[in-house]
């Protein structure tokens, strides 16, 4: 029922500019912490980015400085700003949220799919 759907991913060269998107629909009565995590192959999924309902923000060392999270509480998007971007960044890109289904009041994490970004030197 609850679902989030990412776009904005795409092949960008070094020194580029991204931005990706991420809209959670269904039956949601609340959001807390919406974020972006990322995972290159071969290795592990890693926080990118988080952002709190009063929108505090919080990023990985690598990433601060070039990229910017926010959110439309009325749309329950989040958004990534991505500037600057490096070979590093290369990866699938997922959104996260922390939210309650109008069917309960326990608070759950959901993940998208995933959105592949590619940054080439």
């Known amino acids: 029922q609850v679902q989030l759907v990412e776009s904005g991913g795409g092949l960008v060269r070094a020194g580029g500019s991204l931005r990706l998107s991420c809209t959670a629909s269904g039956s949601i009565s609340a959001i807390n912490a919406m974020g972006w995590y990322r995972q290159a192959p071969g290795k592990q999924r890693e926080l990118v980015a988080t952002i709190t309902s009063g929108d505090t923000t919080n990023y990985a060392g690598s990433v601060k400085g070039r990229f910017t999270i926010s959110r439309d509480n009325a749309e329950n998007t989040v958004n990534l700003q991505m500037n600057s971007l490096k070979p590093e960044d290369t990866a699938v890109y997922y959104c996260?949220?922390?939210?309650?289904?109008?069917?309960?009041?326990?608070?759950?994490?959901?993940w998208g799919q995933g959105t592949q970004v590619t940054v080439s030197s």
């Open positions: 996260n949220a922390n939210l309650r289904s109008s069917n309960g009041p326990t608070f759950y994490s959901y």
